[in-house]
């Protein structure tokens, strides 16, 4: 997959802009930014992106990267 520094930046901003809420408005609002064009990234290379780094992360990372899959995989 080929992700870029400037699309690795544009994910770490959107979540920057959306400390202090809870997870569940985390992962709601970050999934209708990318599926709306938003976060500057599209939905199919925000997706590439999590499956890329699920494998390194510890399981309750994991567990919340696949709930954002699920918003993001959801009509």
């Known amino acids: 997959m080929n992700m870029g520094n400037q699309d690795m930046r544009k994910l770490l901003q959107m ?3 959306m ?4 997870e569940d ?5 970050m ?3 990318i599926k ?8 199919e290379k ?5 499956k890329a780094i699920m494998p390194v992360l510890e ?6 990267l696949e ?3 699920r918003e993001l995989q959801s009509l």
């Open 59 to 64: 399981p309750q990372q994991r567990k919340k």
């Open 31 to 33: 999934a209708v930014m």
């Open 25 to 29: 408005e985390l992962i709601r609002e």
């Open 15 to 17: 979540v920057q802009n």
């Open 19 to 22: 400390q202090g809420k809870s």
């Open 46 to 50: 925000a997706v590439g992106m999590i």
């Open 67 to 69: 709930r954002l899959l």
């Open 36 to 43: 709306s064009g938003k976060g500057g990234i599209t939905r």
